[in-house]
């Protein structure tokens, strides 16, 4: 960003610039070249240059890289004005990136029909449409890909360029998705989030060129079998529990994330993963679906994981020792990161004794520790020293305590000035964990 914005004030010093030992060499520059500078910009920077000379005026109709359309505090009339407004002038053959992001509402839907249009025309290569919001209904989604302009031929053979996908809050078909995973050779990513129309995909033919798959609240899924996928590095997955997943010839699947009620069911049978553990080197466990959640004494070992995210959730002072036993399976850990999104108690309901506990195992190869919302609960100073205490070679630990509502979590967990202050005075204790040269950072 900030070099694009050192670009833009160049081009209008150059164009405006009065000396004449000080020629404007950019302007004299071919429109090919000029055309290519501005799809550098962002949307709004390339259209600030129109006014810099008349031969600038409708340059950046020309441009070929990211059209970015936010909803941003405006009436839903006059955005859906404006997008019209641009698309309408833009005459560049190509477009990169299309992104439209605001919350869905039906009065939109023809709008939201002729954007994709366009950026079928223009052989998009990213496409996002993110519908989500706090207008957007739980049973009211915009059907991608269910208007007859949009199911024509032509429009199909267009996907054929696509690199990514990323949908929210849109409602895609399963078949739909088999199709364009099976017809667009260079998709590389895909990310489907809160789908209800996304239920069976089960994908036969090879997908050589994808990266990451993302398939995230689609409550109705009841299968997601894809049969070769030799580049595909990254599965997130969060779903109902029942969904059958089968992931064959996925030899480079090394990050793997796991969110909701299926990762709450699945720590308990974790050997019948649909994936190779031994492949695993990026595991997240993001348990927020219930309180205080268990895991077995026993986990399966995960023998090349390096870096290991757990996100729980707890109300009151119960004790959260137990999640030790993944940690502990990760012999080759490296990195560890926990997010505690904590809720609780007045002081004189909670335990006043606290658990101590050691890992059975020294874990000498973790280096890094991250506890993120830090809040110097008991629960959270329990798992912390338990930790520390079997891991001699520690080299530094964050200790976040940064408002949530800040980071762009919920408002229901912002904190009070007061509170963060003894949330460092609390982090400040790490300190008699850690070895004389290991670094403690308080955020």
């Known amino acids: 960003m900030v070099k694009s914005l050192n670009l833009t004030s160049k081009l209008q010093k150059c164009s405006r610039s009065k000396d004449v030992s000080l020629p404007d060499q950019i302007s004299e520059l071919p429109e090919e070249i000029l055309v290519n500078i501005l799809s550098l910009l962002t949307l709004r920077e390339a259209v600030r240059t129109s006014v810099l000379s008349h031969r600038w005026k409708n340059l950046w109709t020309f441009t070929t890289g990211t059209l970015d359309f936010e909803f941003v505090d405006q009436d839903m009339g006059t955005y859906l004005s404006r997008v019209n407004k641009i698309l309408n002038s833009h005459q560049g053959v190509t477009i990169d990136e299309f992104r439209v992001k605001f919350d869905w509402q039906i009065r939109a839907r023809s709008d939201i029909d002729r954007w994709l249009n366009f950026a079928l025309r223009k052989r998009v290569q990213r496409l996002e449409l993110n519908l989500d919001g706090v207008r957007a209904s739980w049973d009211d989604r915009y059907p991608f890909f269910a208007a007859p302009s949009l199911g024509s031929n032509n429009n199909i053979n267009n996907f054929s360029c696509l690199r990514s996908l990323n949908l929210t809050h849109v409602d895609v078909r399963g078949e739909f998705l088999v199709y364009l995973l099976s017809n667009c050779p260079f998709l590389e990513f895909v990310r489907i989030i809160s789908s209800t129309g996304l239920v069976n995909v089960r994908v036969v033919d090879p997908l050589p060129k994808l990266k990451h798959l993302e398939i995230s609240c689609c409550y109705e899924l009841e ?99 137990s999640c030790t036993s993944v940690i502990e399976a990760c012999p080759k850990l490296y990195r560890f990161s926990m997010q505690l999104d904590w809720l609780g108690l007045p002081e004189e309901q909670q335990r006043m004794i606290v658990q101590t506990k050691k890992c059975s195992m020294e874990m000498k190869c973790l280096k890094v520790v991250k506890l993120r919302y830090f809040r110097g609960s008991r629960i959270y100073m329990e798992l912390a020293t338990c930790l520390l205490s079997s891991a001699p070679f520690v080299e530094k630990i964050i200790a976040d305590t940064r408002n949530p509502y800040v980071l762009g979590s919920s408002p229901c967990l912002q904190l009070d000035e007061e509170t963060v202050l003894s949330s460092k005075e609390c982090a400040k204790r790490l300190a008699a964990e850690l070895s004389p040269t290991a670094e403690l950072v308080i955020l």
């Open 223 to 321: 299968v997601l079998d894809i049969s070769s996928a030799p580049n595909l590095t990254t599965l997130i997955y969060s779903g109902p529990l029942e969904a059958w997943l089968c992931f064959r010839n996925v030899p480079n699947l090394s990050h793997v994330s796991l969110e909701g009620f299926y990762c709450s069911d699945m720590i308990w049978r974790f050997d019948q993963l649909p994936v190779a553990l031994s492949q695993i080197k990026k595991l997240e466990l993001i348990l927020t679906t219930e309180m205080h959640p268990k895991f077995p004494k026993l986990f399966p070992e995960l023998k090349n994981v390096k870096e290991l995210h757990l996100h729980l959730r707890a109300f009151g002072d119960y004790s959260l020792l």
